[in-house]
């Protein structure tokens, strides 16, 4: 049974700004479309496993026609999905105090970039300002976005040997369902980042090819 909605704490009121941002004006009458599974879901036992089997690695498909600018974000560079702009700096600059001034918020962090097409999908890039990243990503942690959120999976795995934990998120804003990917990207010896893709339902069948493709570029970049 999915959660209330209803916007009665202060995180909820914080998330929901956000989001009206990043979407701006939605129609109201949109239906309600089904949860679509990402089909990247890991079983696995994480007692007396290897680094290894921990992040088993992950292949994505990758069509490069669906990718085009490459962004940095030291020592990490990623292209994303084609059609993607920058936000315009007044959202930007309002999504970044949200964001960061958010008292409710779990996880210390600073947005570094965000991106959104015509059908309101974005792509945000953050730095999380902790250094114990992976320890806190924890049972606490998804208690945290199951109390705000009606579905949260999680899994991990590594990309292009980059290790990350990914949480698909399922919630609705006025009555329209959206899907959260929410990419922490572990690197202990040096920033950590989160990615986030916001997708509205009725569009994630026809974007997954496109996050998948862009996902697939994630990339550490060598010391120069």
């Known amino acids: 049974m999915d959660i209330d909605n209803t916007r ?10 956000v989001r ?22 890991f079983f696995f036992n994480c007692q007396g496993k290897s680094q290894e089997d921990l992040f088993p690695k992950y292949e994505f498909r990758s069509f490069d026609n669906l990718v085009e600018e ?11 999905p084609k059609d993607f702009k920058k936000f315009n700096k007044e959202n930007l600059d309002v999504l970044k105090n949200q964001i960061e001034n958010d008292s409710e918020s779990y996880f210390r962090k600073e947005l570094v970039n965000g991106f959104s097409d015509t059908s309101n999908t974005a792509f945000m890039i953050s730095i999380i300002k902790q250094n114990d990243v992976l320890e806190k990503l924890n049972q606490n ?6 109390s705000i959120n009606s579905r949260v999976n999680r ?4 990309i292009n040997s980059t290790k990350v934990v990914q949480y698909q998120i399922k919630n609705t804003m006025n009555n329209i369902g959206y899907t959260n990917l929410k990419i922490f990207i572990i690197n ?6 989160m990615l986030d893709f916001i997708i ?24 120069r």
């Open 141 to 146: 942690f998804i208690n945290y976005l199951e």
């Open 70 to 80: 490459e962004v940095i974000f030291t020592p990490y560079s990623i292209k994303i």
């Open 20 to 41: 009206e941002i990043v979407y701006g004006l939605v129609d109201l009458g949109m239906n309600k479309n089904t949860f679509f599974i990402l089909t990247i879901i």
């Open 188 to 193: 202990r010896d040096f920033h950590n980042y």
């Open 155 to 158: 899994t991990q795995y590594s």
């Open 8 to 17: 009665n704490c202060p995180k909820c009121d914080s998330d929901s700004k």
């Open 200 to 223: 509205m339902d009725r569009n994630f069948n026809n974007k997954l090819s496109s996050i998948e493709s862009s996902l697939s570029t994630l990339t550490r970049n060598k010391k």
